[in-house]
């Protein structure tokens, strides 16, 4: 495994990627880092696969556009980017934003994915109508709101050794220590101007006038012709399972849909489960094959 780094523009992202074979990008959620992807890039990389890992936008001091444009349009943008570096068709795992992404990009683009895994995250197009049926995820997203504040979350969250981050993993993945997980993703929030751009990502979402966000909801409306399965933990603190039954229909995934959760895992499953997390991934990897 080795450190390199992905270019959109005058944007660097840093990487981590192993292995030749088929192109697999996995993308990282919040308060999160690329390089907790390690026990997944190794295990794709010894199953015969180029797996790449890159930070996030904003989760780096290279790769935080001075624009500070941060919707999942211009993140959809990385990824497309990412992609054609890699030959122009990959397989894509996100979890947390990094599935949100995913989904946004498949419905876009499906030819460019030759498989999606999304951890964490259920489908975004029923979403909405899905937090009305399942009220407790109305409460366990009150972060959300919060983050809209000016200054305060910024303070929240550096507060002592990133407190704030470590509270937020320890309620999002309940009975389970991080130990170097956590240290990996204080370290990455740590540096100049992450935490303000991991929150930036929050805030974009709020701004519904701006035609980065109004062109990214279209794409909500497409189906997914991209073979898709969905992982979530049953014990997960931050996004309800009980949403996937408001929120998973077959009829939107014309290429195929599974759901799969992984018992007494929390948010952050693919780390607390890596071995289960990881036959899922390869088992979907192995079923489709890309030809760039």
């Given at each position: 495994?080795?450190q390199?780094?992905?270019v959109?523009?005058?944007l660097r992202?840093?990487?981590l990627?192993?292995?030749?074979?088929?192109?697999?990008?996995?993308?990282?959620?919040f308060?999160?880092?690329?390089?907790?992807?390690?026990?997944?890039?190794n295990?794709?990389?010894?199953a015969?696969?180029t797996?790449?890992?890159?930070?996030?936008?904003?989760?780096?001091?290279?790769?935080?556009?001075?624009?500070?444009?941060?919707?999942?349009?211009a993140a959809?943008?990385?990824?497309?980017?990412?992609?054609?570096?890699?030959?122009g068709?990959?397989?894509?795992?996100?979890?947390?934003?990094?599935?949100a992404?995913?989904?946004?990009?498949?419905?876009q683009?499906?030819?460019?994915?030759?498989?999606f895994?999304?951890?964490?995250?259920?489908?975004?197009r029923?979403?909405?109508?899905?937090?009305?049926?399942?009220?407790?995820?109305?409460?366990?997203?009150?972060?959300?709101?919060?983050?809209?504040?000016?200054?305060?979350?910024?303070?929240?969250?550096?507060r002592g050794?990133?407190?704030?981050?470590?509270?937020?993993w320890?309620?999002?993945?309940?009975?389970?220590?991080?130990?170097?997980?956590?240290?990996?993703?204080?370290?990455?929030?740590?540096?100049?101007?992450?935490?303000?751009?991991?929150?930036?990502?929050y805030?974009?979402?709020?701004?519904?006038?701006?035609?980065?966000?109004?062109?990214?909801?279209?794409?909500?409306?497409?189906?997914?012709?991209?073979?898709?399965?969905?992982?979530?933990?049953?014990?997960?603190?931050?996004?309800?399972?009980k949403?996937?039954a408001?929120?998973v229909v077959?009829s939107d995934f014309?290429?195929?849909?599974a759901?799969?959760?992984i018992?007494d895992a929390?948010?952050?499953?693919?780390?607390?489960?890596p071995?289960?997390?990881?036959?899922?991934?390869?088992h979907?990897?192995?079923?489709?094959?890309?030809?760039c």
């Open positions: 495994m080795k390199v780094e992905l959109n523009g005058d992202f840093p990487a990627m192993a292995g030749t074979g088929d192109p697999v990008i996995l993308l990282h959620g308060p999160d880092t690329y390089e907790n992807w390690a026990v997944q890039v295990a794709l990389a010894s015969g696969y797996a790449i890992a890159p930070a996030l936008r904003g989760y780096a001091p290279g790769c935080q556009p001075g624009n500070g444009d941060y919707s999942l349009y959809v943008d990385d990824l497309m980017v990412f992609a054609a570096q890699l030959g068709r990959v397989h894509l795992i996100g979890h947390d934003w990094g599935a992404v995913g989904y946004l990009a498949c419905a683009s499906p030819d460019t994915f030759c498989s895994s999304a951890l964490a995250i259920p489908p975004l029923r979403l909405p109508q899905a937090l009305l049926k399942v009220p407790e995820q109305i409460l366990l997203s009150g972060y959300m709101q919060f983050f809209q504040l000016p200054l305060a979350p910024e303070a929240w969250l550096k050794n990133m407190a704030g981050v470590e509270a937020l320890r309620r999002w993945s309940p009975d389970w220590e991080p130990g170097l997980y956590l240290d990996n993703a204080r370290d990455t929030l740590s540096q100049p101007g992450v935490i303000s751009a991991a929150l930036a990502w805030r974009a979402l709020f701004k519904v006038w701006r035609k980065e966000h109004q062109k990214a909801r279209a794409w909500l409306s497409r189906d997914i012709a991209t073979p898709t399965q969905i992982l979530v933990g049953s014990r997960d603190g931050c996004m309800s399972p949403l996937l408001n929120t077959e014309s290429a195929g849909v759901v799969h959760e018992e929390g948010h952050f499953l693919h780390l607390e489960h071995d289960a997390v990881n036959a899922h991934l390869l979907l990897l192995k079923a489709t094959h890309c030809e």
